[in-house]
């Protein structure tokens, strides 16, 4: 049980971190339709994906130096 919980949290990380690199390209295709209302959101994806991107780098630096210091303050 522990083995199957373990690969089906794997996958879906990887699946939702995929989703989110692929967002641009959604985006970008979906504003390349025709169609009025596909164009805007997928101009909204593209002007989403930015700040986006930009909130995970700041969340992903303040986690590694967590956990960063928590290794080293477990270590002394």
Do not use: E, Q, W
């Amino acid at each position: 049980v522990l083995c199957s919980i373990a690969a089906a949290m794997t996958v879906g990380v990887y699946g939702f971190v995929a989703g989110i690199v692929k967002l641009d390209d959604l985006g970008l295709a979906l504003s390349r339709r025709a169609n009025p209302g596909a164009k805007f959101f997928g101009n909204a994806i593209l002007r989403g994906a930015v700040y986006l991107m930009k909130a995970l780098s700041i969340a992903g630096t303040a986690a590694m130096f967590l956990v960063g210091g928590g290794i080293v303050a477990h270590g002394i």
